[in-house]
Every structure is written in C-alpha cells, then in structure tokens.
C-alpha cells in the first residue's frame, strides 16, 4: 500500500505563517485595531480580503510571497519532521510505501522543498498536485489535516485525518492528534493498513 502523508497542517504550520505574511504585507490603515482572526474553515477567502478573489489570493500564496509562506513557516509542532521521519521509517518497516504529497504550485515547489531540507526531512518519495482531491490519484491511505481533500474521499481508500481548527466537523476513517500519536501506537497503526473495510473510528 502506498501512504500517502500531507505537508500543511500535519508538519507544516501554514495557516499562522500565511496570517503573519499577509498582516506584512497588507497593513492596516493607522488607527485601527486588528481584529483576531477565527479561520475555523479552509476557505482563505473568507478570513483574507483580496479584492481580486482567487486569482489574486493565488498570485499572492504561489508566486509573489511562496518563499516566505511555504519556506520560511515553522513545524506545526516541536520535532514534527523528526516524527515525520520517524513516521516513514515505520510504514517501511511494516511492508508499505511512504510518500509525501502535497499540492504545491509554481514558485512554492522549490519553497517547500527548502522546508524540508531545512528541518532535515528523510523522505524518498515526494509527490506534488495540482489540486486537493488529486493527492487519491497516487495513494490508498491518506494522512492529512485538509478538510478538502477529506470530502473527497474515494471509495476504497483510508483517511486518517490530523485534527485542526479548520476540519473539526470533517469525519475521517480514523482520527489522530498528531503524527507522534500514530508512531506511539505501532499497533493501531498496523491494524489500520490491514484493514480493508473502514468504519469511522477516533483514536483517542
């Protein structure tokens, strides 16, 4: 089986590295007062004013900031590429094939590739899509904190889903913390890629 491991939300911490980019970058006017943003959905648009709507947003994220979003953004957690290898190690371990997938377009290929060399990712296989729901294209088991790619979920196939602020009313086959939690628990984790009928089950 392919395993296929997601880059935002999971080991990268986009969303704060987007927020603190685009506050940078489009200032408030002197004298008023930011506002704490609650981004309890995916949708940038609707927590991020650009006038020019998707085009500029992804003008914005791909091309003129990509290095600083997708370079420059820290773990999500403390250690997480080290678990991340740690991870990867033990899907090999257990007969199957990691790989990393993550949509990535233009300039924020190359800055993602800086991330993980920067935090010294141990990875052999990397995958980039075009588009959320295409990462099902190349894997049978997909963990992943992107409420999108989630719903779009092919018969078949295993979600693991990595809880976050944004997909809490999202279900998943199964339900994790974090990807230390999945390394911890070898057991669950063998039960999972053993399993060819998936009931919806939270690990907690």
Known sequence: MIIGIT???????????FESVYDKYF??????LPIKRQIDSFNLLEHFNFTGGTNELNKFMYVDAA??????????KLNCVEHLNQLHN???????????????????????FFF?????AKINNIKFVKDYDKKWQH????????????????????????????????????TVIDIKELI????????????????FVDIK
């Open 7 to 17: 880059i935002d939300g999971v080991i990268r911490d986009f969303i704060n590295k």
């Open 27 to 32: 200032p408030l006017e002197e004298g008023i």
């Open 67 to 76: 290095l600083e979003i997708f370079g420059h953004a820290n773990e999500l």
């Open 90 to 112: 033990v899907i090999e371990d257990l007969g199957h094939t990691p790989l990393i997938i993550s949509k990535e377009l233009n300039n924020s290929k190359p800055a993602t």
């Open 116 to 120: 993980l060399s920067k935090l010294s």
């Open 139 to 174: 894997v049978d088991v997909l963990i992943t904190a992107n409420p999108i790619a989630l719903e779009k979920k092919p018969a078949g196939k295993v979600s693991i889903k990595i809880i976050n602020h944004y997909n809490k009313n999202i279900g998943a086959d199964y």
């Open 184 to 199: 911890e628990d070898k057991k669950t984790l063998e039960k999972i890629l053993s399993t060819e009928t998936i009931e």
